[in-house]
């Protein structure tokens, strides 16, 4: 079975400094990967995927994502953190090779809360 | 955003009703899903679609039922309405059932409320 983890519920950054949100998966076969962000009293947007190639992707304000497959890893980051990147962040996997019900798994979320 | 309309934005409903969520979509995906968000358990999968008329259960799919006669409209119906159910309702959709070709799409939800 695929699943995602968030270890981290809540992330605590100061304005300016660089942020980090932890995600590591299982999935059989090759994983697509994916970053949403959910501000209040929204549904979930899309900020980036990793489907194959470079491991370093680029997304939605700023944010990046490193693919690491030897640590089944796809931690979400940005070089410097805004106040208004305050948002609940999930993480996501799929995979073409899922064969029972081709769905996408979310991990259990990580509140980013940036400070001034 | 993505033309997503889900239908009642809020409900509040007694134990043991019969409730139906709708969801409405514009873009002719054909893939469309209900999942549930509660907290420390992020977004469960509830039943998917992949076709009119074609669905699936997901990981929480007990007291569920779900009915797609469109390819625009996916219901979510509670048969009999558990105070376990309230939660906070998003329908997705997406082209591709694993996202390569584009990811998912979110309406803005229903907070629902068993009393």
């Known amino acids: 079975a695929q699943s995602v983890a968030q270890p981290e519920d809540q992330v605590n950054v100061a304005e300016g400094n660089p942020l980090t949100v932890k995600c590591t998966y299982s999935v059989s076969g090759n994983p697509y990967l994916f970053w949403y962000v959910q501000y209040p009293n929204r549904g979930l947007q899309f900020l980036l995927k990793y489907i194959t190639g470079d491991n370093l992707v680029k997304g939605s304000y700023g944010f990046e994502a490193e693919f690491n497959k030897s640590q089944t890893s796809f931690h979400l980051k940005k070089p410097s953190a805004l106040v208004s990147d305050s948002a609940l962040y999930f993480c996501?996997?799929?995979?073409?090779?899922?064969?029972?019900?081709?769905?996408?798994?979310f991990g259990s979320g990580t509140r980013l809360s940036i400070r001034p | 955003d993505a033309g997503i309309t889900q239908s009642p934005r809020h409900k509040v409903t007694e134990t043991g009703t019969p409730v139906t969520l709708r969801c409405h979509q514009t873009?002719?995906?054909?893939?469309m899903y209900w999942y549930r968000q509660d907290p420390g358990h992020g977004l469960r999968l509830i039943h998917y679609s992949y076709g009119v008329k074609d669905t699936d259960k997901g990981e929480v799919s007990d007291g569920y039922s779900v009915s797609r006669s469109k390819t625009e409209d996916f219901l979510l119906t509670l048969e009999s309405a558990t105070s376990s159910q309230t939660s906070v309702y998003f329908c997705?959709?997406?082209?591709?059932?694993?996202?390569?070709?584009?990811?998912?799409?979110f309406g803005n939800g229903t907070r629902l409320t068993v009393t």
């Open positions: 873009e002719n995906h054909r893939y």
């Open positions: 997705a959709i997406s082209e591709d059932s694993v996202g390569y070709n584009s990811p998912l799409h």
């Open positions: 996501a996997v799929s995979s073409p090779g899922y064969s029972s019900a081709s769905k996408i798994i």
